[in-house]
């Protein structure tokens, strides 16, 4: 886990890290949100519409900035401020995501950063954009 | 640069961050007067006015400030030293 601390942070700094969605992963996010839309459950109500199989949830996708911010970008004295996130391509169970992160506005008064973020999928297709405001204590 | 001029430049940035088109700002407005104007609120009013302004502002000048007037007279302070 890194542990940036304002003073060390400077416009341009970058994280990334891979991960894979599992079907694990949507069996627990089903269990925590609670939502059993078919679009997320169904392969073939998503296929009837549109899609190649079961839609990912987008705040599942979602969840890995929170491990961007709170494990690497600043890491371990993060808080998370605000999240502005925009879903532009369908991710599907099976997809090798990388999520990067680099840090466009640092404000010393307030210890707050602002980070650009994305993750792309394996054909490098940009699946999600993100705009990420983070306070850090300590 | 004068009151109004600076008025001018940040009031759209009170709009964006209340989310609010009619919001209308007086050298008088202060956090009591807006009702979500909270902590969060306050970092984002002053980044947003560094970036628009291109200026820099250090926690001991931003913790004297009572109300937009006190903000005004900051900017001016360090655009026309």
């Given at each position: 886990m890194n542990d940036?601390?304002?003073n060390g942070i400077r416009e341009g700094l970058a994280a990334e890290f891979r991960v894979?969605?599992?079907r694990m992963m949507m069996d627990l996010f089903l269990q925590i949100s609670g939502d059993n839309n078919p679009m997320h459950l169904d392969r073939e109500f998503a296929?009837?519409?549109g899609f190649e199989d079961r839609l990912v949830y987008g705040m599942l996708s979602s969840?890995?900035?929170?491990r961007l911010v709170g494990?690497?970008?600043p890491g371990k004295y993060s808080i998370l401020h605000s999240i502005e996130v925009s879903f532009n391509k369908p991710v599907y169970m099976g997809d090798q995501l990388l999520v990067s992160g680099v840090v466009t506005h640092v404000n010393e008064a307030y210890r707050q950063i602002e980070i650009k973020a994305m993750i792309t999928n394996q054909s490098g297709d940009k699946v999600s954009k993100?705009?990420?405001k983070v306070g850090i204590h300590g | 640069m004068n009151d109004d001029d600076v008025l001018r430049q940040i009031q759209p940035i009170f709009r964006e961050v209340f989310d609010d088109d009619s919001l209308?700002?007086?050298?008088?407005?202060?956090?009591?007067?807006i009702e979500d104007w909270d902590s969060l609120a306050q970092i984002n009013l002053v980044v947003g006015i560094e970036k628009?302004?291109?200026l820099k502002f250090s926690l001991a000048e931003l913790q004297g400030l009572e109300s937009v007037g006190d903000m005004v007279q900051l900017i001016i302070s360090k655009v026309d030293p």
């Open positions: 940036y601390r304002i894979t969605v599992s296929r009837e519409h969840s890995f900035y929170s494990v690497h970008l993100a705009k990420i | 209308i700002i007086t050298g008088a407005t202060c956090a009591e007067d628009k302004l291109n």
